[in-house]
């Protein structure tokens, strides 16, 4: 009850400060900022993450360099089928498909583009959650044998469309007398994806895996197996099955190996944002600390008073803990609510940025992604609440005690 008549208390009659309001404030925006972070931070690395696993392998299966029969090296895999079969055997393999790449050049009205492409066949490629959703995708993928699968951005770079015709050329081609023949053909364009990820939608295209054996030259051979994996997350676990299975001379590839790097970096990232925020925080609790240093001055008579009256050292304590805790409780309440609306609606606000400053405020040639994503985790929420209260409490204490230590004969000499 004293705590609540403090707090109501207008600042001519002691009651709170300019500082409390002014820390108030700190926190609310502080632990904003910090929720805010830690959403983007989720939202950007599930989005990277599903963009990887549902575009490409989870684990690639290739051969150790070996002698062919003509004596040339070459890491194709000869018995692919008996391989695939054998991998699709183990626990926790969902799909195996065989794959032909190569990167090539692409030229459609007079554009150019260098590719890679991915032989693949069309039940395998209908397998791909990112190729193959009928949101992001353009053109039937039912047709997929009879043309290619482009990305949106090779797509856009050469200017066709669906029906158009594209021009691959392989500088390995044709040995003749006089050297080296590329090796030049036209398909048409038969389905457009949008994958999410810059670098897949603008250098990757998809040929039915005849063709591409034909194209390559990798008759009866395949160049390695595309393995997905029930739980990406934990690839790790099934490399020793996989491998086993797939036999002598088999190397194995994660889709960790390839993006591990990145993903320890966003990681230390997330971590040192997490402590530079957490500072934030911190200098915004220390604010309670001067407003209620104040109130205890302002307070001192009433202190006595209320020593004199039998009010013993806890309760004073008490009386100035809650007031200051308050101020930590409510900052928290009202930094959640923004914290969250913003995760929330981070397209339309980001959409506002990005109007404000003229456009190409998101490059996804740098990012990878197209857009800013947010994902709101209850654990995030948790850790900045528990951050913010505890630091709120802590700091409340001290000039509590100092409020509680009071002795009430010097509070009262002079009044």
């Known amino acids: 009850m004293i705590a609540w008549r403090y707090l109501r208390a207008k600042r001519a009659e002691g009651g709170v400060s300019v500082m409390t309001w002014i820390s108030l404030i700190g926190i609310t925006l502080a632990v904003f900022a910090l929720i805010a972070t830690l959403a983007v931070r989720s939202g950007f690395r599930a989005e990277f993450v599903d963009t990887i696993v549902g ?18 090296d070459t890491r194709t895999l000869p018995d692919y089928e008996g391989m695939a079969e054998a991998v699709r055997q183990v626990e926790g393999v969902t799909r195996v498909a065989p794959l032909v790449k190569g990167q090539v050049m692409a030229s459609a009205e007079g554009n150019n583009a260098g590719v890679e492409v991915f032989g693949i066949g069309l ?16 053109g039937d993928i039912e047709s997929f044998g009879e043309g290619l699968a482009i990305g949106s951005g090779v797509a856009m770079e050469l200017g066709v469309g669906l029906g158009d015709m594209v021009k691959l050329i392989s500088p390995n081609g044709v040995k003749t007398a006089f050297g080296v023949s590329p090796r030049v053909k036209s398909y048409e364009v038969r389905y457009i ?35 997905i994996v029930e739980n990406p997350e934990q690839v790790e676990t099934y490399v020793s099955d996989i491998a086993q299975a797939a036999g002598t001379g088999a190397l194995l590839w994660t889709w960790q190996d390839a993006s591990g790097g990145f993903l320890k970096a966003l990681d ?7 402590v530079i925020l957490s500072v934030l925080v911190l200098i915004a609790t220390m604010n309670i600390v001067s407003g209620l240093i104040m ?5 001192g008579r009433d202190i006595g008073i209320l020593r004199t009256m039998g009010l013993t050292e806890g309760a004073v304590m008490r009386v100035f803990f809650i007031c200051g805790s308050f101020t930590g409780i409510i900052g928290t309440l009202m930094g959640v609510i923004l914290g969250c609306l913003f995760a929330l609606y981070i397209d339309p606000i ?3 940025v990005n109007w404000l400053s003229g456009g190409g405020a998101w490059d996804a040639s740098i990012r990878g992604i197209y857009f800013l994503p947010a994902k709101l985790q209850l654990a995030d929420v948790m850790s900045a609440v528990i951050l913010s209260l505890g630091l709120s409490f802590v700091v409340t204490i001290f000039p509590a005690r100092r409020a509680a230590r009071l002795n009430p004969v010097e509070a009262l000499r002079y009044e």
Do not use: C, S, W
């Open 295 to 299: 109130l205890v001055k302002n307070k």
């Open 268 to 274: 230390m990232e997330d971590n040192v944002m997490f």
């Open 123 to 138: 039940d395998d490629l209908k397998a791909i959650p990112r190729i193959a959703d009928p949101e992001t995708g353009r």
């Open 193 to 227: 994806f949008t994958a999410g990820r810059y670098d897949i939608d603008r250098t990757r295209v998809y040929m039915p895996f005849d063709e591409a054996q034909l194209y390559f030259d990798r008759e009866g051979v395949a160049d390695e197996l595309e393995v």
């Open 350 to 352: 980001f959409g506002l």
């Open 55 to 72: 575009a490409n392998a989870h684990v690639t299966v290739y051969h150790v360099t070996r002698a062919d029969e003509a004596g040339q």
